[in-house]
């Protein structure tokens, strides 16, 4: 007979690694393609080709993102039985397990302020006129985006070790 707890943890891993796949997999579509059109087309119409794209699929990726946190905040939850004693205690923080879950926290906040700041200046590049401006904010952007992806997959290579740790 399977065990309900077992299947929940099943559960909640499959959907926090589709989550994240999701988040990344959108990184890499418009980071990649932007950087190819921009070769191919020229700066301005990779821009608003990538816009599109990015407008299109924004609320996707954003979703997943928070998803891809919440379920990683649950699967630690159920690698250690739900015992908050554990999670707050200092026996926690010393373990090898705590000390990945703290990084990994930490780098998924950043790349979390990475997306709403990407976000914010995407909404405030369309209020500019001074070219030189514009193209500083997209410049910004492409770096902020290359900042999230490379992130991003450091959360992946951490949830890898994360997984052999428990």
């Known amino acids: 007979m399977l065990d309900f707890f077992f299947i929940w943890k099943v559960l ?39 816009r599109s794209i990015g407008i299109a699929f924004q609320r996707q990726m954003r979703d997943s993102l928070y998803l891809a946190i919440v379920t990683g905040i649950l699967n630690v939850l159920n690698d250690t039985y739900y015992n908050f004693n554990f999670i707050f205690s200092m026996n926690f923080l010393y373990s090898s397990f705590g000390q990945m879950v703290l990084i990994k926290s930490i780098v998924a906040i ?29 410049r910004k952007i492409s770096i902020i985006g290359w900042l999230a992806m490379i992130l991003t997959f450091i959360l992946f290579l951490i949830g890898s070790f994360l997984v052999f740790i428990v």
Do not use: C, M
């Open 110 to 138: 950043l790349v979390l302020a990475f997306a709403i700041y990407h976000t914010n200046i995407a909404r405030s590049i369309p209020n500019f006129k001074d070219e030189g401006i514009v193209k500083r904010l997209r």
């Open 12 to 50: 909640i891993l499959w959907i926090h690694v589709i989550t994240a796949s999701i988040w990344l997999g959108g990184l890499i579509l418009t980071t990649i393609i932007n950087r190819q059109l921009r070769k191919k087309i020229g700066s301005d119409e990779a821009y608003k080709i990538v």
